[in-house]
């Protein structure tokens, strides 16, 4: 899909095309709440769009969850937004109601999100927090603390000079404050408890998984869900005895081991702390809050009692454990052993691994794997000037904990081992292939990791990078990927975490603006296929294909309309599309959207248009290029630079019978301002012609 349109979410390092796009939506959003008679204020509306692209992990501008709205409106504005004594304060609980309103009315809310009603009571349930915590200095920005208190101190802010005699005092301490309140700033940052613009996590591929009740057979067949099970039932209601460290006495261990078939030899044993697989279960069964300990003896718990009876919620429930098993899967053993680097990192190394095995088209090879882990101990440990076999030593132990952490993956049935040739999209890119240039500070490992052509700059690394690739390519591989139940159990944690994690399927009841513009910003070419091949089924085809083409026609944002009709058309099977684009082509509202697509797939060229749809497609694209320069400041300026041949354009695009005719007159405004005279010009022109009732133009057949 074309990525350059009027997107709701974007990367990090997108900054010009965010503030283009954050400029564009909140001059709309100003017009629509005007013709509504609704509150706004841009710079709040403004505000709230830096939050949401900011400083959540998804980054996306049309989804406010109550969570969204709460940290809004208590924690992001109170921290970022200053409000001088004596301004007025402005609304921005009812600004956040306007740009909500606006999102939904233009069909830009995220489909996936809450209605409309239960975001606008999300906003009512915390309104009257707001002037509270706008208030509250601990809750300030550090930037704001120092601002408000020159400001409340008689120091001019906005003249630049008094404001840095301020600062220089301050920083000598001659500055009396409110030092509690500084205080609690300063640990919020020192804490990481503040908001950042660290938080957006990678964007994944939509995928696919089967129904609820063909992962609850496969989670049945599990043999740690049986074990799991089978453990809180031998414990039962009335409780099994244990030592005063918690530990099963031996003889009920030695029975435990047969009801589970845990597989531990007992021959010659005295205490269950040497059986290794059931002291992980008890463990594991402790951490799922299965079975506890109380008083000298083992109980199920009974309220697991209908997570015991259902093998998915027990399932998923031991895989959420298994980020508490640390100690009892990779701790030292005694006094003689020390933990490995993945000891200390193990809660975010697993998420890193399951996250990178998540969407995925192909099995990963273990050697990128444990790469990607070793890039994780480089950051995150001071490795010493050692020599490189203690060195070796170090990730070789992290290496061989890792392999336990995925064996009880492997056991659960969250991931699946086997032997294969690698993808080609393993394999570092050679350097005679074309590609970016590594950047000055990566690090050469990180560099050979990611493929990046002419990464490695000396021998030593790029020898290192030789061998990997010949390790890879020499035969089969140990390869790994996520089961579906893993999938399932991971897409639930980047949930929770407020990360996107698309679902095949899950837009069925979506409506069609919605569903075409998720499709555009998000899926991949397949899933797109397959989630609008469902969409479809359940409405059927005619009545579907109408609604589809209608939310197109209503979307006033004509790139993000441009890409809408784009990703249907690259979702229908190719007759169909080409069907469909004739007959939008003799649709007054849709044509000059089908013209363009015709032309970008070659089905048309400039030849075959009739003189009235050349301007057709001449005034789309003009129009498409004010949106994406974030339209006011940003568009006049592309006009000027184009000088008089931007105002010859313009007029014949005025001259064109666009249907967006609100549009039109917005660009004849900024050329106008961007041109000078010549803009001036262009309204006459266009006048001229009109009067004259000829265009001069022959008619192309």
């Not at 830096?50 to 709205?69: C, K, P, Q």
């Not at 404050?177 to 300063?186: E, S």
């Not at 013209?595 to 797939?601: D, F, S, V």
């Not at 005034?619 to 940003?634: C, F, I, N, R, W």
């Amino acid at each position: 899909m074309d990525e350059f349109f009027m997107r709701m979410r974007f990367e990090p390092e997108a900054e010009e095309e965010f503030e283009a796009a954050r400029g564009l939506l909140v001059d709309r959003l100003v017009r629509w709440a005007g013709q509504q008679g609704l509150p706004v204020d841009g710079f709040l509306a403004e505000a709230a769009l830096d939050y949401r692209h900011l400083a959540t992990a998804d980054g996306r501008l049309g989804l406010w969850e109550s969570g969204h709205v709460e940290e809004l409106l208590l924690a992001w504005l109170p921290q970022q937004v200053t409000e001088l004594p004596g301004e007025e304060r402005a609304d921005a609980p009812g600004t956040l109601r306007t740009l909500l309103r606006y999102l939904h009315a233009a069909q830009l809310a995220d489909p996936r999100g809450p209605s409309l009603r239960d975001s606008l009571a999300a906003v009512d349930r915390v309104a009257e927090q707001h002037l509270a915590a706008m208030t509250d200095r601990t809750r300030w920005g550090l930037a704001k603390f120092w601002t408000m208190t020159a400001a409340e101190q008689g120091v001019d802010v906005q003249d630049g000079a008094a404001f840095q005699r301020f600062a220089d005092r301050a920083q000598r301490g001659e500055v009396a404050c409110d030092q509690q309140a500084l205080a609690a700033i300063m640990e919020r940052r020192l804490t990481g408890r503040a908001l950042s613009d660290g938080a957006r996590a990678e964007p994944q591929l939509p995928v696919m998984l089967p129904p609820d009740d063909e992962l609850r057979r496969r989670a049945e067949a599990s043999t740690t869900v049986v074990q799991l099970r089978g453990l809180a039932e031998w414990a039962g209601q009335d409780g099994r005895p244990v030592t005063a460290t918690g530990r099963l006495r031996m003889a009920e261990a030695r029975e435990l081991v047969d009801v589970l078939g845990t597989g531990d030899r007992i021959e010659g044993v005295r205490s269950s702390a040497d059986l290794p697989r059931l002291g992980l279960l008890m463990e594991w069964a402790k951490k799922a809050r299965l079975v506890r300990v109380v008083k000298g003896r083992l109980y199920a718990v009974a309220k697991a009692r209908p997570v015991l009876a259902d093998p998915l919620r027990l399932w998923l429930r031991a895989f959420d454990a298994c980020f508490e098993l640390r100690q009892a899967l990779i701790g030292a053993r005694s006094g003689w052993h020390i933990e490995s680097m993945l000891f200390d990192v193990y809660e975010d190394v697993l998420d890193d691994v399951l996250n990178t095995l998540y969407s995925l088209p192909y099995p990963m090879p273990w050697l990128r794997l444990r790469d990607t882990v070793h890039l994780a101990y480089r950051s995150s440990f001071q490795l010493d000037a050692g020599s490189d076999l203690r060195h070796r030593m170090w990730f070789e132990h992290a290496d061989r904990d890792l392999r336990a952490v995925l064996d009880l993956l492997d056991d659960l049935g969250a991931i699946a081992r086997d032997r294969g040739m690698a993808d080609p999209v393993f394999l570092d890119i050679d350097p005679s292939d074309a590609g970016p240039e590594p950047l000055a500070d990566m690090p050469p490992e990180l560099a050979e990791l990611l493929g990046v052509a002419g990464a490695a700059t000396d021998p030593a690394a790029r020898e290192c990078a030789d061998a990997r690739r010949e390790e890879l390519t020499a035969g089969p591989v140990e390869l790994i990927r996520l089961t579906e139940l893993g999938t399932r159990a991971v897409r639930q944690r980047l949930l929770a975490a407020g990360r996107d994690a698309p679902l095949v399927g899950e837009l069925a009841q979506a409506p069609a603006a919605g569903l075409l513009g998720v499709l555009a910003e998000d899926y991949d070419p397949d899933a797109a296929r397959t989630e609008l091949a469902g969409w479809i089924t359940t409405r059927g085809d005619r009545d579907a294909l109408r609604r589809l083409t209608d939310a197109v026609r209503a979307m006033t944002f004509r790139t993000r309309a441009q890409a809408m009709l784009d990703v249907l058309l690259a979702a229908l099977p190719d007759g169909e599309s080409e069907r469909l684009l004739r007959t939008l082509r003799r649709d007054t509202q849709l044509a000059p959207l089908a013209l363009n697509a015709l032309a970008h797939r070659e089905s048309l060229s400039p030849e075959d248009m009739t003189d009235a749809e050349s301007l057709l497609v001449l005034a789309e694209s003009l129009l498409q290029l004010v949106e994406l320069a974030g339209g006011g400041d940003g568009a006049e300026e592309m006009l000027r630079a184009q000088g008089s041949q931007a105002g010859d354009a313009v007029a014949a695009a005025l001259d064109s019978a666009h249907p967006d005719r609100a549009g039109l007159d917005e660009l004849r405004q900024l050329a106008a301002r961007a041109l000078g005279s010549h803009g001036a010009r262009v309204g006459r022109a266009r006048k001229a012609r009109r009067s004259s009732g000829k265009s001069g133009r022959k008619r192309r057949r």
